[in-house]
């Protein structure tokens, strides 16, 4: 990190902070601090719900995923645009008119209170354990700079979450993610233009994507349907758009941001640009790493991209073994690239056949070299989130080392802030509020959401420290998040369309869920992106074994 860097990192966080400070004023009721007044345009709304969503992990791990993957893991957000659409019909003028303040406010009028209580656990778990994941995703940044330890980066990250969250609630969350967006958006194009430039003045980017089809890293599309294969068109339209329905749908996280809006029409454009612009986000991302990973074709890479786990390799037995074969192969690889650039300008098939063969081998050898690199440090090594972070710090020049840093800091304040203000809004409203301290001022309610903001924001904090061990972020936020967004889908399937189902067959049906996608998890090799699934048709199917012909018991 250079000076420049510095200014543009440095300045950046203290405008966001300084702006979530700004945009606090007149939060001074419940309704304020927690809906933001209603009075959110549908823009704020449609890039808070995009921010909330696309935190650091997104950044960090993605453009990685890509890199080591290949582009497949689009796939996954295939669903998301139908699950937008059903949900604008079906959630956002439902939850507007029944006037609460979360999701789960809803199923006690549709339900009982049993039925609300369990969801608003199910879903303090289910975030509370996915809020230390998105804060961990900074720690990376500094431990791949700076070598911090990741429990300063995260103690920094969630204070400056903290100040402005606890101070202006939803409403500086909402605008201060709109200059968030804007700033990642901006680091996302420079990045993007940076990697093409820095490529060999004789590779053109028709060259580049040539190349990183061959490798298969522009496989984007997979049409075999297969239960235990994790990205597939058919895993991405049906078991993402049970996801999509859940986070969208169910998550206080998300239901907050549509909430805010001035009216029902306003809330349903936040979704529909989302709809429209998510996919095609994500593909620019992954796109990014497949880039990059043309770009190590003619620039050598790390062996290993955790930097410490590279010291520890060096200083282990059958390190010098190991290296040889990754300098063979990568030397090989990159006499391979260039002659099948010139033997697909030249139109040769044969030639190009040939360089094609020896392209693959060569990758397969050092990808073998990389994996037996990383068993000597660790059995399980992965340092999928560090690859597109080493790219930046070491290739990308003053400036645009800063602004990039800037987008992934961005983007986990503004995923962290909307997850730490939507628990804080659920644990006063759902459960102290309703079950501990009944009949209390606004006033009291308000300080109450400022405590338990500040108590969410350092929960995060404790948290982060398990990030380190959950391998590729993107992929162990989304997980976490499966084992428990197939129960609250359910159980709010069973609310809108199922009215005589009642609140006991609601209730049980999410137990029977959680049994059912515990059970998945630990005994099959399902794909996580099923678990949604198995949770709603779990939840349907005993709700309306147990049904009693009303809607309340």
Not at 16 to 43: D, E, F, H
Not at 95 to 118: I, Q
Not at 378 to 406: C, E, H, M, Q, R
């Amino acid at each position: 990190m250079r000076v420049l860097d510095w200014v543009v990192l440095v300045g950046s966080l203290i405008f966001i902070v300084t702006y979530g400070l700004y945009k606090s004023r007149g939060a001074n009721t419940v309704n304020r601090y927690l809906l933001a007044g209603k009075t959110m345009p549908w823009y704020a709304m449609a890039l808070s719900i995009m921010a909330t969503q696309a935190g650091a992990v997104t950044f960090i791990s993605t453009t990685g995923q890509s890199y080591v993957d290949g582009m497949r893991f689009v796939q996954f957000y295939f669903g998301l645009p139908i699950a937008m659409v059903i949900l604008s019909a079906t959630a956002v003028p439902i939850f507007h008119r029944a006037g609460v303040y979360t999701a789960y406010e809803y199923l006690e009028k549709r339900f009982d209170s049993k039925t609300r209580a369990l969801a608003s656990v199910i879903f303090l778990i289910e975030r509370g354990v996915s809020v230390g994941v998105s804060l961990y995703a900074p720690a990376i940044v500094l431990a791949v700079i700076f070598g911090w330890p990741d429990q300063v980066t995260t103690l920094i990250i969630g204070i400056l979450v903290i100040v402005y969250t606890v101070a202006g609630g939803i409403q500086a969350v909402t605008w201060t993610d709109v200059q968030q967006m804007l700033i990642i958006f901006s680091g996302l194009l420079v990045a993007m233009v940076m990697v093409i430039v820095m490529l060999p003045p004789d590779v053109s980017l028709l060259d580049a994507v040539y190349l990183a089809g061959k490798a298969g890293k522009l496989n984007a599309v997979d049409l075999k349907f297969d239960v235990n294969s994790r990205y597939n068109v058919w895993s991405g339209l049906i078991g993402g758009m049970f996801l999509a329905l859940a986070y969208f749908g169910c998550d206080q996280s998300q239901v907050q941001r549509y909430l805010t809006g001035k009216s029902i029409a306003q809330s349903k454009l936040s979704l529909l640009f989302n709809a429209m612009a998510k996919v095609p986000m994500q593909f620019f991302i992954l796109f990014v790493g497949a880039m990059v990973f043309v770009f190590y074709i003619f620039e050598r890479p790390p062996l290993l991209f955790e930097r410490p786990a590279m010291q520890r390799l060096e200083a282990a037995g059958g390190y010098l073994q190991v290296k040889t074969r990754y300098d063979r192969a990568f030397e090989a690889r990159r006499e391979a690239a260039g002659s099948l650039i010139a033997a697909h300008r030249a139109g040769d098939p044969q030639k190009q056949g040939q360089s094609i063969d020896g392209y693959r081998a060569a990758q397969k050898d050092l990808d073998t070299a990389r994996r037996e690199a990383g068993a000597l440090v660790d059995k399980g090594f992965n340092d999928t989130n560090y690859i597109f972070l080493s790219f930046v710090t070491k290739y990308l020049p003053a400036g645009v080392v800063g602004l990039i840093i800037a987008v992934i800091f961005a983007a986990a304040m503004s995923a962290i802030s909307g997850e730490v203000n939507s628990l804080a809004t659920v644990s006063v409203i759902d459960i102290y509020k309703r079950h501990l301290y009944r009949g209390g001022t606004d006033g009291h309610y308000l300080l109450a959401s400022r405590v338990a903001t500040a108590f969410w924001g350092l929960y995060a904090v404790m948290f982060a420290q398990f990030g380190k061990n959950l391998g590729s972020l993107i992929e162990a936020v989304n997980r976490l998040g499966s084992l428990f967004y197939g129960s609250l889908l359910g159980v709010f399937t069973l609310a809108f369309f199922f009215p005589s189902v009642g609140g006991t067959g609601a209730f049980l049906g999410m137990i029977a869920a959680e049994a059912a996608i515990f059970a998945a998890y630990f005994f099959t090799g399902i794909s996580f992106l099923w678990y949604n699934v198995i949770g709603c048709l779990m939840v349907v199917g005993t709700g309306l074994l147990f049904r009693r012909g009303s809607a309340q018991d």
